[in-house]
Structure formats: structure tokens, C-alpha cells
């Protein structure tokens, strides 16, 4: 059984004020021709398929074209789930009247869902799409009265499922969700305050292979458990993933073997270091087009430099002036957080008046 994993697509998604639909659409393109030259069995789309609930018109047109493209002219079926960023009653709407064309949509998270099934030259492999829903979503369709966390939601989810898989069969499941051990990034919403999100890599064990989205950097949590990683860059934290999507190998004994096939955007998204003259003057041969982050080292004042520089470079969307940082020494309470109360204060006193507090004012905090 061979299958392309991908996830995080986001479509939709602005980007520093920019509209990303253009250059989402062309990456689409691309994994069309991937599509194409690979032949795969399947093809998985781990969640947040959408950037966010109500998505714009241009986004659903994108969607629907490329998945005309993929399921009727290529005859590739698709599985496809809601990830946290997605509306999922929106994304499930007439997803049963769907399946028959081989466009298999689980949005809401379900107690009784059943697996799809895939057949290749060894037999059946049992598909489990796993929505993200929060845990308040996951008590009712689990019918489970106590409270529950994102981890034992699912755990008892993937235990159930498993009841579906007949002894010695292949087994995959697809999910949304923070493993433990992956490597986060700022464009990704948190799925809660603190860790109470994290779901331990024991929820996925007994399946060939796990396909998660979520995370946007392409990384192994395990032999079997993969997240993808995002369609594009989607923060400037991302600047050196290498985007791609997973082909899958499952073989007759359930072994998964994987790989990656890049993906090269229309404009990539990169970070210039120097002076205002330096990046200006820059003649290096990457394009002028690419999505630009610059950190000025100028230590003088520069005029108008977000315009001078989108000149040269017209999708710059950031401008830091890193010449302009002071020390920390320069910043009385900029090591606070090591501080006591009374030195905390202290420093504040000194920063706010400029002279240290005297005895009736040290003990006022420290009454």
C-alpha cells in the first residue's frame, strides 16, 4: 500500500497582510504533478485543510478545483480530516454523499466511526480518520461521563477503533493532535494553555503507521507516527523548514517505510542580516520576489527604510532594526524575573526615580 501524507494546508491564509491563495494555488499544482508521477493508492490530509472556521470563497474554490483534479481525473481517493483551525461541520457537510466518489471527509468527531478500507495485491488496509475535537466534544461522542484530557480522549478513541481491525490485519490511523517529542513553531494555535494538550505516542500504538498534522516542521515522533508538516512557510520561525509531503510503503507484514518529496514554493521566505546599503546592494541570486524578513544592524538613524527596501524587495514583510538593541545592563529590571520582590522593586524605584529607595520605602514592601 503506498499513500502520499500531507497536512496543514491552510488555505486562505494571510501572511503579514498578504493573501497567500496565489502561491497556495501553485503548490497545489505541484503536488498534482507529484500525484501524478507517484500513482499512489491514497492520499491523506491530515487537518487544518482551511486556516480558519469560515474561510474565504477563494479558498473553498482552490479546495474544490484541486480535488476534482485529484479524484476525478487521477482516480486517487482521498481521506481528508478537520484539524483545529477548520469549521467541522462546514468541512463534513454532504462528506456521506461524497464517499461514493472516493472523497472520504470526516469533520466532526464521531464514537461510531467505522474505518475506510483500501485494498492492495496483500489484502485490506484499515483507514482510521481521527478529527480533532476538544475534550468537552470528545465526552459526549464517547458516551464517558468523567472529565477527559486530549490525551485519554483519544486514547480511549484509538482503543475503540482498534476493535475494528480483524487479528493480523494493517492498520492506519490519521490524526490532529500534539504528540509528545514534537518540534513546535509560532504559526501553529495552540491547542490549549500549557501542555494539557499533549497526547503520549502510547494512543497510536498498534497501528502500521500514524499520520499526523498539526506541527508545520516535516519530523518523525516515532518509526510509525509522522507529522507532515505544513503546505508552506507560515512564520518567520519556519524560514529553514524544507516543506515537503510523505510517500508511505506499507508492506505485506504491516513494515511502513517512508520518504519525503519536496516542495519548492513560487516564493520562498527568507531572512537578510546587514546594513540598510548592504541588503539593498545585496547581488546574490536568490529571487528578489521571495517573502523577506530583515534585520537592520544600522546603529544610526536610517530614513524611510521599509520603503527603500520594498523597492528592491516588494514582498518585505518585516523590518527589525537589531543595531538599536541595548544591553541588558542598560535595563535595570530586564533580569527581573531572577529577582526577589524587595530587589524587584528596588530596581523599579531606581529605574522610575533615579535614585535608590530609602529606609521608609524599603519598608513599605517589606511589610
Known amino acids: 500500500m503506498r499513500f502520499i501524507h500531507t497536512a496543514d494546508w491552510h488555505l486562505g491564509r494571510i501572511f503579514h497582510g498578504m493573501h497567500l491563495t496565489d502561491d497556495q494555488a501553485y503548490i497545489l499544482e505541484n503536488l498534482e504533478l507529484i500525484l501524478k508521477e507517484e500513482k499512489p493508492d491514497a492520499y491523506i490530509i491530515s487537518g487544518d485543510i482551511y486556516d480558519r472556521s469560515v474561510p474565504p470563497p477563494e479558498a473553498v474554490e482552490l479546495l474544490n478545483s484541486h480535488l476534482e483534479k485529484v479524484i476525478d481525473h487521477l482516480k486517487i481517493p482521498v481521506i481528508m ?97 500534539f504528540v509528545n517529542g514534537g518540534s513546535s513553531c509560532e504559526s501553529e494555535r495552540p491547542l490549549t ?59 505485506r507484514a504491516g513494515n511502513a517505510k517512508t520518504g519525503e518529496i519536496p516542495l519548492v514554493p513560487r516564493r520562498d521566505l527568507r531572512i537578510l542580516k546587514g546594513t540598510l546599503r548592504e541588503i539593498i546592494n545585496n547581488d546574490d541570486t536568490l529571487s528578489r520576489e521571495d517573502y523577506i524578513a530583515v534585520q537592520l544592524t544600522d546603529r544610526e538613524a536610517v530614513y524611510d527604510a521599509m520603503n527603500r527596501l520594498r523597492s528592491v524587495y516588494p514582498n518585505i514583510i518585516h523590518l527589525e532594526r537589531t543595531g538599536f538593541r541595548h544591553s541588558e545592563e542598560e535595563f535595570p529590571g530586564s533580569k527581573g524575573i531572577s529577582l526577589s520582590d524587595r530587589d524587584l522593586f528596588s530596581s523599579f524605584y531606581l529605574s522610575v526615580t533615579g535614585s535608590e529607595p530609602g529606609e521608609r520605602e524599603k519598608g513599605i514592601i517589606s511589610s
Do not use: W
Request: net charge negative; charged share 20%.
Open 81 to 177: 480530516i478537520a484539524g483545529n483551525h477548520d469549521g467541522a461541520e462546514r468541512l463534513d457537510f454532504g462528506s456521506s454523499m461524497m464517499k461514493g466518489a472516493g472523497l472520504h471527509i470526516n469533520g466532526v468527531f464521531r464514537g461510531d466511526m467505522a474505518p475506510v478500507i483500501f485494498e492492495d495485491k496483500h489484502g485490506p488496509v484499515f483507514f482510521h480518520p481521527i478529527p480533532y475535537a476538544d475534550p468537552e466534544r470528545m465526552r459526549p461522542a464517547l458516551n464517558y461521563d468523567e472529565p477527559l484530557t486530549h490525551n485519554s480522549g483519544l486514547a480511549l478513541y484509538t482503543e475503540k477503533v482498534r476493535a475494528f481491525v480483524p487479528e493480523g490485519m494493517r492498520s492506519v490511523s490519521i490524526a490532529h493532535a
Open 193 to 251: 494553555i500549557g501542555g494539557a494538550g499533549a497526547v503520549n505516542v502510547s494512543a497510536f500504538s498498534g497501528f502500521c503507521y500514524t499520520a499526523l498534522g498539526h506541527l508545520h516542521e516535516p519530523q518523525n515522533i516515532s518509526s510509525t507516527i509522522r507529522y507532515s508538516g505544513s503546505l508552506m512557510k507560515y512564520s518567520i520561525s519556519e524560514y529553514n523548514h524544507r516543506k515537503s509531503v510523505t510517500i508511505v510503503e506499507i508492506d
